[in-house]
């Protein structure tokens, strides 16, 4: 076993769940590579031995482009309407609750996102060590692990450079989430998931005055 892996305290069934997540064909059945429901297990276990970004006295700015366009979408239908979103609050196909995959840098995958979504964090931890693929093209990933709550103010993406090719600058709209303290949820805004934005609570309260961003807790 790796000696990063082996210092966090992981077994040899978590250390390999990370290996198996970081390459492409994790989904196909047939494939060596697939990952079992117990592995999916061991990915998460082994991701809660990893030292959050907040633990490190860090704050992440962290970006997650998704092929799909159903979060984003809904994120659309959002705007001028602050909301809160629990992280892995829907489960994956594969039954477990969703870890959100996010990078540091521009990848590939990020650009042939529509548009992208910015996460400012502390609960992030940092995977791309364990990665099969380069920072090009996992921009030095990190997963946050569900339940982490974070909040979107209802402001409307910006159009901003993220990355270049032959052409010059990529411009791509970007909306902001920002993590705040399970505290910190109030009552009166309501809560969906970062799936394809279901609704998880709805608002409880009328809103009777400004909800503020809330504020990240560096441990």
Request: with cysteine.
């Amino acid at each position: 076993m790796d000696p990063v892996s082996v210092a966090f305290g992981m077994t040899f069934n978590e250390e390999t769940a990370l290996y198996k997540y970081s390459q492409g064909m994790k989904d196909e059945r047939n494939s060596p590579g697939y990952m079992e429901r117990r592995e999916w297990d061991d990915l998460a276990s082994a991701v809660n031995k990893i030292p959050s970004m907040g633990q490190l006295g860090k704050v992440a700015t962290v970006f997650r482009g998704d092929r799909k366009t159903d979060f984003t979408d809904f994120l659309r239908g959002r705007i001028g309407q602050p909301c809160y979103i629990l992280h892995g609050a829907t489960r994956t196909a594969a039954g477990v609750e969703h870890l959100a995959s996010a990078a540091f840098t521009v990848n590939s995958h990020a650009l042939r996102a529509p548009a992208i979504v910015r996460i400012i964090c502390v609960s992030a931890r940092y995977i791309q060590y364990w990665g099969m693929h380069g920072a090009s093209l996992d921009g030095g990933e990190v997963l946050i692990p569900s339940g982490t709550f974070t909040y979107y103010d209802g402001e409307a993406p910006h159009k901003e450079k993220f990355g270049f090719d032959d052409e010059g600058p990529i411009m791509k709209d970007i909306f902001t989430l920002v993590e705040v303290e399970r505290d910190d949820v109030k009552d009166e805004l309501p809560v969906f998931d970062d799936f394809k934005g279901n609704l998880v609570r709805p608002a409880i309260r009328k809103i009777t005055h400004h909800v503020p961003r809330g504020k990240l807790k560096v441990d």
